[in-house]
């Protein structure tokens, strides 16, 4: 069997065709397959070999997410204080009712676009010693 992704679905189709013939564990025991993945795969079979794709396993949500209602209360602190810092921020926050961490905020103002991620200054020294390496 290839590497191709259609040869993966024609493979697919024949094991589930085969099991239609002659039976699931005989296609099983013939394709050296789980006989809960041929039943699977007839399930999602409808004739077309798109059917037989591989769905995403991505989860469509995490459960620790920050909700709706905290991003608009971070989004309305910022707009209001433009200046403060994000430690100042946070605790602005936590007397509001917040219960993240200051480092789950970051995250979530930098994923927002609100906060500028500071470089760091131990990268920026090793990228000056690089740099003086390669002028000697």
Same mark, same amino acid.
Request: proline share 2%; glycine share 6%; hydrophobic share 25%.
């Given at each position: 069997?290839?590497?191709?992704?259609?040869?993966?679905?024609?493979?697919?189709?024949?094991?589930?065709?085969?099991?239609?013939?002659?039976?699931?564990?005989?296609?099983?025991?013939?394709?050296?397959?789980?006989?809960?993945?041929?039943?699977?795969?007839?399930?999602?079979?409808?004739?077309?070999?798109?059917?037989?794709?591989?769905?995403?396993?991505?989860?469509?949500?995490?459960?620790?997410?920050?909700?709706?209602?905290?991003?608009?209360?971070?989004?309305?602190?910022?707009?209001?204080?433009?200046?403060? @810092? %994000?430690?100042?921020?946070? #605790? !602005? /926050?936590?007397?509001?009712?917040?219960?993240?961490?200051?480092? @789950? %905020?970051?995250?979530?103002? #930098? !994923? /927002?676009?609100?906060?500028?991620?500071?470089?760091?200054?131990?990268?920026?020294?090793?990228?000056?010693? !690089?740099?003086?390496?390669?002028?000697?």
């Amino acid at each position: 069997m290839g590497n191709n992704i259609t040869q993966r679905l024609k493979y697919k189709e024949s094991v589930v065709k085969f099991s239609y013939k002659y039976g699931v564990t005989k296609a099983a025991i013939k394709f050296g397959e789980c006989k809960r993945t041929i039943y699977r795969w007839r399930k999602r079979y409808d004739g077309s070999l798109e059917s037989l794709k591989d769905k995403s396993r991505r989860p469509h949500h995490h459960p620790n997410e920050h909700t709706d209602e905290e991003i608009r209360m971070i989004k309305n602190y910022k707009a209001n204080n433009k200046e403060t @810092g %994000l430690v100042t921020l946070w #605790v !602005k /926050l936590r007397r509001a009712g917040y219960t993240r961490t200051i480092q @789950g %905020l970051y995250n979530v103002m #930098v !994923k /927002l676009g609100i906060y500028e991620k500071v470089p760091s200054k131990r990268k920026q020294k090793q990228c000056l010693k !690089k740099h003086l390496k390669n002028l000697e």
